[in-house]
């Protein structure tokens, strides 16, 4: 899905209970963001909002495949058009990184992992929010959660051991069933205390906080081999423009 779609989503009722139940387990583990640098990945712009004014400096990146908008519609842009392979960042200048819309979509999950990697502080944090495999959420394509890959918590945990992350925490989130119907909607929040009571498994998404590990400097050649062969043949970032940027049509 484009940034359009993505922006649409989250304008409808649906979308708007689904960033409120996401949000709320995001700010349940990350609860003091206070001094920090916090880095949005994929379309994480909903859920940086409560941030902004908190941490030290929150701001958003979006891959190119995806597209860019204007983040927050008010005021200095703080997002920016990204290649998710080379993150136009310092290494070790994040503290957080909240990864939404993006590792499901990823044509390359291992490079994008490594990238936050690099620009994660020792002690940093990755937050993953991604699509249950066993969700109904992932099965309606009517909603961002239906595209890309879905995962289980095993695929999850070891795509980030062999990343060089481990997993320190688990949330789960979206039981209510993904359809716009005003009903359904309005009792969503008896939907999630109750899946979180009797069925963790099948909620729409699985949400994994992991830290960085910091072994021997074994896998940094390859990494460096990796990145200066990836800067040989791509293009730099474009700058965020001010308005939405849609990638260009592969046809």
């Known amino acids: 899905m484009d940034v359009i779609d993505l922006r649409d989503f989250y304008g409808r009722p649906l979308g708007r209970v689904a960033q409120h139940h996401i949000a709320r387990r995001v700010e349940q583990i990350w609860p003091d963001v206070q001094g920090l640098n916090l880095l949005g990945l994929g379309f994480a712009t909903p859920y940086l909002a409560p941030f902004v004014g908190k941490a030290e400096r929150a701001f958003g990146l ?50 994008l992992l490594r990238q936050i990697w690099r620009v994660l502080a020792p002690g940093g944090r990755l937050l993953i929010v991604v699509p249950n495999r066993r969700g109904l959420w992932a099965r309606r394509e009517a909603t961002p959660f239906g595209h890309g890959q879905p995962f289980s918590r095993s695929q999850i945990t070891q795509l980030l051991r062999e990343s060089m992350f481990s997993p320190s925490d688990w949330e789960v989130a979206l039981f209510v069933p993904p359809f716009d119907w005003r009903p359904l909607l309005r009792s969503a929040s008896a939907w999630e205390r109750a899946g979180h009571m009797l069925w963790p498994r099948f909620s729409g998404v699985i949400m994994v906080e992991a830290t960085k590990q910091i072994y021997a400097a074994t896998p940094l050649p390859a990494s460096r081999k990796m990145k200066s062969r990836v800067r040989a043949i791509a293009p730099l970032p474009a700058p965020a423009p001010a308005r939405v940027v849609l990638p260009e049509d592969e046809d």
Not at 71 to 92: F, H, I, Q, S
């Open 62 to 111: 979006m891959p190119a495949r995806q597209g860019v908008m204007q983040w927050p519609a008010d005021g200095k842009c703080l997002t920016g058009l990204v290649d998710e392979r080379e993150l136009p960042l310092p290494d070790e200048s994040m503290d957080r990184v909240l990864l939404v819309h993006g590792l499901e979509a990823s044509e390359s999950k291992r490079g």
